[in-house]
């Protein structure tokens, strides 16, 4: 009886684990990710963010675009390169981007060590 519910604890433990990480392996959620880590980014990224988002760039079911973003910020040191610029405008400029993708690309692009006021509200607004 006892090793019946201990594996039933078992499995719904794991169960839970799996549901967490299929959740954040969906675009939305890893476009939130990368939204949260540039509202609070200080000139670059933590440590754990650049975690997190070498986990997204390293997703090949993430649209490359998404990837794309993960590579730039994870690159920002005070402001984006000019090949993560440039990676931001591509994102901008196909028309087959959501508009929210291409807002955070433009937030990314146009930083300039801390996300600006007006730039964490419309963070907040797109990706609550």
């Known amino acids: 009886m006892l090793k019946t519910i201990t594996r039933s604890l078992i499995v719904l433990m794991l169960g ?12 939305g959620a890893a476009m939130k990710t990368i939204a949260d880590i540039v509202a ?46 440039d990676a931001m405008a591509a994102i901008q400029a196909n028309a087959n981007a959501p508009d929210s993708a291409k807002e955070l690309a433009g937030i990314i692009a146009s ?7 007006d730039a964490k509200s419309r963070l907040a607004a797109l990706f609550p």
């Open 111 to 117: 930083l300039n060590h801390v996300a600006s006021d």
């Open 16 to 27: 839970g684990l799996f549901s967490q990480a299929a959740m954040a392996q969906e675009p």
């Open 40 to 85: 609070s980014l200080n000139h670059f990224p933590s440590d754990s963010d650049k975690a997190s988002l070498a986990e997204i760039e390293g997703n090949s079911n993430l649209p490359e675009g998404l990837r794309n973003m993960a590579n730039t910020v994870a690159n920002i040191s005070h402001s984006a390169s000019a090949e993560g610029k």
